[in-house]
């Protein structure tokens, strides 16, 4: 009971706002921080910062970014529009990009992990057939999880 109300109350706390607010208060933002000549102007720029957040090669339309304010369109919007707004959201508010374009998952550590630390490896899973672990690996090579074969230790002098 007590895991389900903790769940709860983080699904609640991490409800994303519509994309078009979020995009209004983008636009709000640049253009207080950037003097344009015009509208399309300003939605070119929030168009080529949300396609570089996003990682795409070619760039979103500013009708793309216009038609995202519309609630009619608000479900024809991609996630990674989505995604993309709302870490460009975050980074103006001060948030490192690195850790906007982070996610939240649950992680157990053998070690001393402090909670709301940043994991920059990705996880594998154990090459020992009967394991079931996925981990993150301390060097390159590691292929076997802690528990199948633990980290060695070199003798104190």
Do not use: H
């Not at 003097?35 to 949300?50: H, V």
């Not at 157990?108 to 009967?130: R, W």
Request: net charge positive; charged share 25%; proline share 6%.
């Amino acid at each position: 009971m007590y895991l389900f109300e903790v769940r709860k109350g983080l699904e609640m706390a991490m409800t994303p706002l519509p994309i078009a607010e979020v995009i209004r208060s983008l636009l709000k933002d640049l253009e207080q921080r950037i003097a344009f000549k015009n509208r399309e102007e300003l939605y070119q720029d929030l168009a080529r910062r949300l396609s570089a957040v996003a990682g795409r090669k070619e760039v979103w339309s500013s009708t793309y970014v216009i038609n995202a304010l519309n609630p009619k369109f608000e479900s024809r919007v991609g996630k990674p529009f989505v995604r993309a707004a709302n870490i460009l959201a975050a980074t103006l508010d001060g948030l490192p990009l690195q850790i906007a374009q982070a996610k939240s998952v649950t992680v157990f550590a053998l070690g001393s992990v402090k909670e709301n630390s940043l994991i920059t490896g990705s996880s594998i899973p154990c090459k020992n057939p009967t394991c079931t672990v996925w981990f993150v690996p301390n060097v390159w090579n590691r292929r076997e999880c802690y528990v199948c074969k633990p980290v060695k230790r070199r003798a104190e002098d």
